[in-house]
């Protein structure tokens, strides 16, 4: 099976601090594509950063970058200067053509940014 | 605007009441699917359609049902809704050609069945 481990469910930062959020995933594809997507209260999913497997570059898009270690399978988040407005669940996800092309979540991390 | 229109964004329904769930999507885009999120869970696939008249069944499908009469829809239905369907649905749509395309998400549908 085909899974996605967050293990962090609550995770604190302080304003203006650099958090780091966890994903682990397991697939037996070799080309797949991963995702952090942000769920803030009013609930919609937002796309933060993707991550091609086959690049060996970290993706990074202003304060959010990724540290993706494909033999460990492993691909974190971390936000740089944390603001009130990333408070939300964030959420890991890979994709594969062979599957379907379905977006594979992690059962998400709560982010709670405090002042 | 680009985007995926769900309605309703909240329903409340009995057991039992045929229910339908839309989705649109304005972007030409050829693969839809359903996501059910639950608490502690995250998001789980309920169906997908590649393109018109083909849908194919994600990790959950029992107890729904789906249609792609054309490119730009895709409803859930629920033909006999139970309390355990209770949850938050999302409609969400992409490109195909590569994995590489994540998912543009509808604003969901946040059902209660009582």
């Known amino acids: 099976a085909q899974t996605v481990t967050q293990s962090q469910p609550e995770m604190s930062v302080q304003e203006a601090e650099t958090v780091t959020l966890s994903c682990t995933y397991d697939?037996?594809?070799?080309?797949?594509?991963l995702f952090w997507y942000k769920q803030p209260p009013s609930r919609q999913m937002i796309l933060v950063i993707r991550?091609?497997?086959?690049?060996?570059q970290n993706a990074t898009e202003n304060r959010f970058s990724v540290n993706f270690q494909k033999a460990a399978k492993s691909f974190s988040l971390k936000i740089s200067d944390s603001q009130l407005g990333d408070a939300a669940m964030y959420f890991c996800?890979?994709?594969?053509?062979?599957?379907?092309?379905?977006?594979?979540f992690g059962k998400g991390t709560s982010l709670l940014v405090t002042p | 605007e680009a985007q995926v229109t769900q309605n309703p964004r909240y329903l409340i329904t009995v057991t039992g009441k045929k229910l339908t769930v839309t989705c649109s999507q304005n972007?030409?885009?050829?693969?839809m699917s359903w996501y059910r999120q639950d608490p502690g869970l995250g998001l789980r696939q309920i169906y997908y359609?590649?393109?018109?008249?083909?849908?194919d069944k994600g990790d959950v499908p029992e107890g729904y049902k789906v249609s792609r009469k054309e490119k730009r829809n895709f409803p859930l239905i629920l033909e006999s809704p139970s309390p355990n369907q209770t949850s938050l649905y999302f409609c969400?749509?992409?490109?195909?050609?590569?994995?590489?395309?994540?998912?543009?998400f509808g604003s969901g549908t946040r059902l209660t069945v009582v």
């Open positions: 969400a749509s992409s490109l195909l050609g590569t994995a590489n395309y994540g998912y543009t």
């Open positions: 697939t037996s594809e070799s080309d797949y594509y």
């Open positions: 991550q091609e497997a086959y690049k060996q």
């Open positions: 996800a890979y994709r594969t053509a062979p599957s379907g092309y379905a977006l594979n």
């Open positions: 972007m030409n885009h050829e693969y």
């Open positions: 359609s590649m393109n018109v008249e083909v849908t």
